[in-house]
């Protein structure tokens, strides 16, 4: 196991803004996290550093149970905008596998059983770039399924599917969790975030403002801003409306 992961005072810059601001949290063997926040909160940077496409400016990524292994290779995501080969749908899941070195031999199968679990054995030899939205977030998880990660991050899995699918990719994720590999996703589905969600990590303008085992956060959230999240009001827009009572716009003459 590369868990525990521990984030240790990372902030991320670009271009001198800070993205991600003094973050610290460990994610533990175990628990699905949730993370939670309005867009542009920072969840898919966040994902990102974790899963080490991108570095920190400061702090550190840690792995603490590595122990010498390369974590990259007991990891995997799902990108909010998966990227499908000019390929078959097969051939996408077994490209997968042999990034990861396994032998054309025992990839066969592989392949097989990740299609079969997502549901998808009947399109395997469909090009992958003609599948529907939800068929592509399918066969993005397949591709994943199929290295056995020890950590999974999924960023927006359902982010435009409809309910159906949706369900259908709630379904393979329970799958995967169950399997034992550890779940770390966003959604702004917040009736998603409870059903799949032991824990919820709240993160606003890149901070991280709370995190909270799910039915503590979704009954009693401590932070305020958390509280207005789960109330359906967006953030921006309060703080827009807060400055224009403090500096009312100048009205044009006609
Ligand atoms: N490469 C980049 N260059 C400049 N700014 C960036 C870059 N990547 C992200 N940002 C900014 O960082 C902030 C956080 O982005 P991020 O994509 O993590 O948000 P998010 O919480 O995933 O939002 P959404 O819910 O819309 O997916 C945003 O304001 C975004 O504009
Ligand atoms: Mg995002």
């Not at 550890?182 to 995190?211: C, P, S, W, Y």
């Not at 909270?212 to 967006?234: V, Y």
């Amino acid at each position: 196991m590369i868990l525990p992961l521990t984030i240790q005072d990372v902030s991320f810059e670009i271009g001198g803004i800070r993205l991600i601001k003094d973050l610290n949290c460990t994610l533990e063997a175990g628990p699905r996290t949730m993370i939670l926040g309005a867009n542009g909160a920072g969840k898919s940077l966040f994902l990102r550093l974790c899963h080490g496409l991108i570095r920190p400016t400061t702090g550190r990524v840690l792995w603490q149970g590595a122990k010498g292994r390369d974590p990259a290779d007991a990891q995997a995501m799902v990108f909010q905008r998966p990227v499908m080969l000019r390929r078959s749908v097969a051939a996408n899941v077994d490209y997968a596998l042999k990034l990861r070195g396994m032998a054309a031999a025992e990839r066969r199968a592989a392949v097989e059983d990740a299609l079969g679990h997502t549901g998808l054995r009947r399109l395997a030899d469909n090009p992958a770039r003609v599948l529907s939205v939800g068929e592509q977030q399918k066969l993005a998880l397949a591709r994943a399924w199929a290295l056995q990660p020890e950590v999974l991050f999924l960023d927006e899995p359902t982010a435009s599917l409809d309910p159906a699918a949706t369900h259908a990719v709630e379904q393979i994720i329970n799958a995967i969790d169950a399997a034992g590999t550890r779940i770390v996703m966003t959604t702004h589905d917040l009736g998603q975030a409870r059903r799949l969600g032991d824990e919820v990590m709240f993160l606003n303008r890149g901070r991280l403002l709370e995190k909270a085992l799910a039915e503590r956060f979704f009954s009693e959230p401590e932070n305020d801003l958390a509280q207005a999240f789960l109330k359906g009001e967006l953030l921006w827009w309060q703080r827009g409306r807060d400055n224009l009572k403090r500096n009312p716009p100048k009205q044009r003459r006609q």
